[in-house]
């Protein structure tokens, strides 16, 4: 029979409506049955695409004999951290607080106050290299509510206390100078993997905004080593078996330093951050492995992640089927040379096994390889004859069966495929790609904002779900929307971006520090209002508001949003000296603010020879406005053509170079590969 989850929306939610477990929503009903049973809350968290957690669900959550244990001493919540980010971000910090680690599956013991006290990522059905069985933690949990509960409460009073006092200010440290970004580039080299690309050692996941800002800093102040760095680790994944050497888009880490092995699962946050960065690689060294990535990963985008209604879905699941028809991991994605042999003969084949890597050992499991292009093949193969053995492999693959999808759309992801969509279409002459990031958009509007401009974290099949949008939401789709205005030179997206912003001022700003907080103040009250910095899988809502409200500040001339982001940027001097790594976004920003960032604004055609000129600029963040004079964007106000040409008009500081109409002189002055 199914449980109270089988009303929800959320895929992953979806996935454990059949479970023997009673579960419940994150809901205020769930802690009031907690309070009327006197039990406590099992809180587990986790996403429809976490390999560990199917794992936990199958040994665990499927059982009869550990669910009626559940059932009988425990309030079993369980929530979809990609819809609740917020109550994720909450219990997380406890848990890594407490046990110096975090990860998903997530497995939390509360108070019916939802005061957390044990914690805890995945448990096995049987004790396993020194952890306890589920069972014995569900019991030694039980135990403790029911004889300690004077102690249990004083720990979680405690957890909560230390919580509420790691308050974070950073307004007043000032806005990151020169000295403090060329401190962060040198803790970079410091950490940078020369051998291999990359930053750190295994797992390795793709930096994207790391490289992001590697690249503006070599536009600001043409560092070479920063392009260096930047360039070997993208050709290295590229390369690499993270990047799908068939169907384009990038698994969400390696498990090895060398880039070889992915965990196999694609979410749209990845795929569109790494589809931007290779755009902009291209744009600043023209490499045609850049240009080939990020075309190859929209087209993934677009391919397998656009919804019906013109959204993107959340991720594609790391397992699926294989032959014997058991669900394991990368079995979509591996080979075997005598699979190769199936599809495309002898003679093809052991040129496939030489060009992608595949051995009769393996490099995964049970003999089977990921595909790759490894870096000392020697492999000579004209590009026709490529191109065929990998539309032939493609075709087979697509027979296989197929990881699930994460249909559920999520604003802050959408916003950063809009984004990405927007600007590649742009530089590669892809209308369709624009399009892509349009019909994206249009969802955004039509479903996400209500009749306020207050944005809904998720929708799925077009129907807006239950929970309200977080800092990152109202960031990343301005972000896209920005972009948009930019592509585009529709005034009506930075308008909408102006009333997420506003929002961003008013709902997510402290106005004595300057201080982002990741929920609204009218929002859900939690244990501890979340605030995160840290720029992580994906940028932190702080430093993507930071980077919006500058580039809105730079469209428009608002001084409240200049002051908002140079305030939000305070985070950046504080953390980047330090940590590096983990404030890549906030960085990339940064060098923005520093560079001005340039305003362009360009009389003529939108798609124009000169449009295009200052879009391919790499100045960091420049903001472009296209269109007829006193068009709709700002920018192009009491803005006239020279002589009836196109017309560029570049200001940076407060301060404007003389009007060009010479693509060549503007290409100059943005920094654009001519």
Partial sequence: MPNRLAHETSPYLLQHAENPVDWWPWSADAFAAARERGVPVLLSVGYSSCHWCHVMAHESFEDDTTAALMNEHFVNVKVDREERPDVDAVYMEAVQAATGHGGWPMTVFLTPDAEP????????????????????????????????????????????????????????????????????????????????????????????????????????????????????????????????????????????????VPHFEKMLYDNALLCRVYAHLWRATGSEQARRVALETADFMVRELRTAEGGFASALDADSEDAAGRLTEGAYYVWTPGQLREVLGEQDAELAAAYFGVTEEGTFEEG????????????????????????????????????????????????????????????????????????????????????????????????????????????????????????????????????????????????????????????????????????????????????????YAAHTGAEPHRRAAERALGVVKALAP?????????????????????????????????????LLGTAPGAAVAAGPADGELPLLADRTAVDGHETAYVCRGFVCDRPTTDPAELAATVGALR
């Fill in 368 to 551: 089977a390889s990921v595909l790759q292009l490894p870096q000392a093949d020697g492999v000579v193969a004209d590009a026709e004859r490529v191109a065929s053995l990998r539309e032939r492999l493609l075709a087979a693959r697509a027979r296989r069966p197929a990881p699930g999808r994460d249909d559920k759309v999520v604003a802050a992801w959408n916003g950063l495929a809009v984004a990405a969509l927007a600007e590649t279409g742009a530089y590669f002459d892809r209308p369709d790609l624009v399009a892509a990031a349009v019909g994206a958009g249009d969802l955004l509007v039509r479903v996400h904002m209500d009749a306020r401009a207050r944005l809904t974290r998720t929708s799925k099949d077009g129907h807006a779900g239950a929970n309200a949008g977080v800092l990152e939401d109202y960031a990343d789709v301005a972000e896209g929307f920005l972009a948009l205005a930019s592509v585009t030179g529709e005034g009506v997206w930075l308008e909408f971006a102006g009333l997420l912003l506003d929002h961003v001022l008013v709902q997510f700003t402290d106005d004595e520090t300057g201080a982002l907080y990741d929920t609204a103040a009218d929002g859900e009250r939690l244990i501890r209002r979340p605030q995160d910095p840290t720029d992580n899988a994906a940028p932190s809502g702080w430093t993507a508001a930071a980077g919006a409200l500058l580039t």
């Fill in 578 to 614: 330090r940590a590096p790594r983990f404030i890549g976004h906030g960085l990339a920003v940064a060098e923005a603010a520093l560079d001005g960032p340039r305003e362009v604004a360009v009389v003529g055609a939108v798609d124009g020879p000169m449009h295009r000129v200052a």
């Fill in 117 to 260: 006290f044990y914690f805890g990522t995945y448990f096995p059905p049987e004790p396993r290299h020194g952890m306890p069985s589920f069972r014995q933690v569900l019991d030694g949990v039980r135990r403790a509510w029911e004889d300690r509960r004077e102690e249990v409460d004083e720990v979680a009073g405690k957890i909560v206390k230390d919580l509420a006092e790691r308050q974070l200010a950073f307004g007043d440290a000032g806005r990151p100078t020169e000295e403090d970004l060329a401190k962060a580039l040198l803790g970079l080299t410091r950490d940078y993997d020369a051998n291999h690309g990359g930053f750190g050692g295994a797992p390795k996941f793709p930096p994207s905004m790391v490289l992001e800002f590697l690249l503006r800093h070599h536009a600001r102040t043409g560092a070479e080593g920063a392009l260096q760095m930047a360039a070997d680790t993208c050709e290295r994944m590229a390369r690499g078996g993270i990047y799908d050497q068939l169907g384009g888009g990038f698994a969400r880490y390696s498990v090895d330093r060398h880039w070889t």
